[in-house]
């Protein structure tokens, strides 16, 4: 499967909750497959997704889901230490690992060589860290949603992109519309 | 009462709960004010774009929140304070130690000292600089007008501010 299948895959899950989603073809499948108000969709600023999703996490009480790549975790490693040593029950780090940078043309990453995203994760002492295949996302990220314990998934699956238009709506509008979800 | 004392009640007195930093020598005794206040969520960050990403997520949750970092840091958030704070209009109070001004005994940190005002005056930042201890006296007007502006706003603090490195 690749990232867009697997967006699709899982939207049911992930509508009834809070998402950070990470720059780029990510935020533009998500955008297309299923919008909500519940969507922090991210213009730019590679690498944050966890970052906004821990901060948002900490603060109250609903359950956040970062939707991240393994281009973007390895743009930002440090956010991991930082993860595990603050923990928030209500955060799901999902790293949708297809092994390359998606959004500017599948070039490879070192997730898709020699590191491990989720041996990096543990390392860094996140406690609940699962690695699974594209098609067994959706039961592992409904029991990390249900345990309430801070879970980061790696979900290993093929490389490869879908055409669709870039996000027009104004950032400000975005984050008026998530923020007043959030509040709800 | 100590200057980082006044300068951390100025963060309470004026709702910020939610405090990311990455330290330097000069902000060690704010830092360890933060830490000790149970007002306040302090979550340090590795690096300081990682940390307005944090501050950026508890502010969408609702929260006031700052960052407290190092001059050399604007030089390692521009595109984060472009991409994320500015164009989704956030505030962000940025508490930042002048590295590189006078009386400062490291050559290395007058290289950035000589960009940080060009740089946040190009990212039209609104930036003000403390030099004398009674400087701090602005710090709840500074706070007052980040948030109802919705814009980052910088705080220089420089070695004088915090009255020198001691035995320089
Ligand atoms: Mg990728």
């Known amino acids: ?184 | 009462m100590s200057i980082s004392k006044k300068l951390v009640d100025d963060l309470v007195a004026n709702d910020v709960s939610f405090i990311t930093t990455v330290p330097c020598k000069q902000l060690a005794g704010v830092i360890d004010e933060v830490e000790a206040r149970s007002e306040i969520f302090h979550i340090p960050a590795n690096k300081e774009d990682e940390g307005m990403g944090l501050c950026a997520g508890a502010y969408m949750g609702g929260k006031r929140s700052a960052i407290i970092m190092q001059n050399t840091a604007i030089g390692v958030t521009i595109n984060t304070l472009a991409t994320l704070i500015q164009f989704y209009r956030m505030p962000l109070p940025m508490l930042i130690s002048y590295r590189g001004e006078l009386r400062e005994p490291v050559a290395c940190q007058v290289e950035m000292a000589l960009h940080t005002k060009a740089l946040l005056a190009q990212m039209h930042i609104p930036t003000y600089h403390f030099h004398g201890e009674s400087d701090a006296a602005e710090f709840d007007a500074i706070l007052k007008y980040t948030f109802m502006c919705n814009k980052p706003v910088a705080i220089l603090t420089d070695a004088s501010f915090w009255g020198g490195y001691g035995d320089q």
Request: charged share 20%; proline share 5%; glycine share 8%.
């Open chain 1, 1 to 184: 499967m690749i990232r867009s299948e697997i967006l699709r895959d899982i939207a049911p899950i992930i509508r009834d909750h809070l998402v950070v989603c990470n720059i780029g073809l990510p935020s533009q499948e998500l955008h297309a497959i299923d919008d909500q108000p519940t969507n922090f969709y991210m213009l730019g600023t590679m690498g944050l997704a966890s970052s906004i999703g821990l901060g948002l996490a900490l603060v109250q009480p609903k359950t956040v889901i970062s939707i991240d790549g393994d281009g973007s975790v390895l743009t930002n490693l440090g956010t991991l230490p930082t993860i595990a040593n603050n923990v928030a029950d209500n955060f799901i780090l999902l790293i949708i690992d297809n092994g390359s940078y998606g959004s500017t043309g599948d070039q490879p990453t070192y997730a898709g060589k020699k590191t491990s995203l989720a041996a990096v994760a543990q390392a860094c002492g996140c406690d609940n860290v699962v690695e699974v295949q594209d098609k067994d996302l959706g039961p592992a990220l409904q029991t990390a949603i249900d345990s309430r314990q801070m879970t980061v998934i790696v979900c290993k699956c093929d490389s490869g992109n879908i055409k669709l238009p870039v996000i027009t709506m104004d950032p400000v509008v975005i984050r008026d519309r998530f923020m007043k979800a959030v509040a709800r």
